[in-house]
């Protein structure tokens, strides 16, 4: 019995084991496709997508046949369903990393709002330049350079810590100008209309 339970612990450790290189295995299979993906996008490279297909299909292949969990395969096939997507779309991804660079530039040449009459007019494009930066963000599917992002990031930082007293300032300014509207109607309803005019 003694032999028998050796015996068994033995196969486990070796399942384990065998596990954790399958695991490190396709990590570097599938790294090495996003590689190639990302080199293409990044730097123009042109990508073979025959090649690059029969590729995913052959690690997909030995995905199947290996010792991995069910739920391990799964999220294997799913980074391998994202390249796949990810190289059908390589145009509009490779547009979408020239436009969130363009995006970033062209705010990057905006001085920040610093007074409240820059409020209205910057605040409104700012918050249109993150519209227009969702939108890109969207298409590029998850592939946008890091320090792109890391820029992007930085750049809204940096505008809403500006915007923040401004947005302050001008609600103060909007109660003030509410009261006193409200003071006015008040007035010329109580026909004391030279009162009204000095408001």
Same mark, same amino acid.
């Given at each position: 019995?003694?032999?028998? +339970? ?39 490279? !042109? ?46 991804? +490779? ?24 409020? !209205? ?74 009162? +009204?005019?000095?408001?």
């Amino acid at each position: 019995i003694k032999a028998e +339970a050796y015996e068994q612990q033995l196969i486990e450790e070796k399942l384990i084991a065998d596990k954790t290189a399958a695991v490190q295995q396709f990590d570097r299979l599938i790294n090495a496709q996003a590689h190639i993906l990302t080199s293409a996008i990044f730097e123009n490279s !042109d990508i073979n997508d025959t090649a690059f297909l029969s590729e995913l299909e052959n690690i997909s292949a030995q995905l199947k046949a290996s010792v991995l969990t069910s739920n391990q395969q799964l999220s294997f096939s799913a980074e391998i369903d994202r390249l796949t997507q990810q190289l059908g779309r390589l145009p509009e991804i +490779a547009q979408s990393v020239t436009d969130a660079t363009h995006l970033v530039s062209k705010i990057a040449q905006i001085p920040l709002p610093s007074k409240a009459s820059d409020f !209205d007019e910057r605040s409104i494009m700012f918050e249109e330049w993150v519209e227009q930066w969702s939108l890109v963000y969207k298409k590029a599917h998850g592939v946008l350079p890091e320090s792109i992002v890391t820029s992007y990031e930085q750049v809204v930082t940096q505008w809403r810590k500006a915007l923040k007293p401004l947005k302050r300032q001008h609600a103060q300014q909007l109660t003030w100008l509410r009261k006193k509207v409200a003071d006015v109607q008040r007035l010329i309803e109580a026909g004391k209309y030279n009162a +009204a005019f000095g408001v």
